[in-house]
């Protein structure tokens, strides 16, 4: 018979949009505050898969990735997500976002991130969080799904991914 038990702790990520660089080192400089400290940081990226978010956030919008050292319990992404939409507000221009903070986690198996939208195959964890399984780790790489977003089906991140998990496999061995 199973028996409940506790998850193994799990590696924060931000997947980040900006405009604005100052903006961008705001929201690092805040998350870092809230979640502990930096220990990843990729390269920028163009972002240009969709034009989604250019109304709000204008031309030119890049994406970098973070990651924070401490590893989280798994649940804890919840509050990484409200947390984050609260940087976003404070980090607005006249009611519009210059950073888009997707917060998400590692483990050995997969790729997840936080949303506020519902969907098909997203998972709802409580006070309007859903999670979305973007890939899935298999024979040395990340393996995308039907619905992944464009940008990470591309494996356009795969070796930010990969580096953010070789990490965290070093972290958790320690525990």
């Given at each position: 018979m199973a028996v409940p038990s506790e998850p193994k702790p799990v590696k924060l990520f931000f997947a980040i949009l900006f405009s604005d660089n100052e903006k961008l080192k705001r929201a690092e400089l805040m998350l870092s505050e809230k979640f502990g400290e930096i220990d990843f940081r990729s390269q920028v990226f163009d972002f240009s898969e969709t034009d989604y978010y250019n109304e709000e956030m204008g031309e030119n919008i890049k994406r970098i990735f973070i990651s924070i050292s401490k590893p989280i319990s798994p649940d804890k992404i919840l509050t990484a997500k409200k947390e984050s939409a609260e940087i976003e507000k404070?980090?607005?221009?006249?009611?519009?976002r210059k950073v888009n903070i997707d917060p998400?986690?590692?483990?050995?198996?997969?790729?997840?991130?936080?949303?506020?939208?519902?969907g098909g195959c997203k998972v709802y964890i409580g006070e309007g969080v859903w999670i979305d399984i973007m890939l899935r780790?298999?024979?040395?790489?990340f393996q995308s799904f039907p619905w992944t977003f464009p940008d990470f089906?591309?494996?356009?991140?795969?070796?930010?991914?990969?580096s953010i998990r070789k990490i965290y496999k070093q972290q958790i061995s320690l525990i």
């Open positions: 404070m980090l607005s221009v006249e009611g519009k998400g986690y590692i483990d050995l198996n997969k790729v997840v991130l936080a949303t506020f939208k519902g780790y298999e024979k040395g790489k089906a591309k494996s356009k991140y795969s070796e930010v991914l990969l």
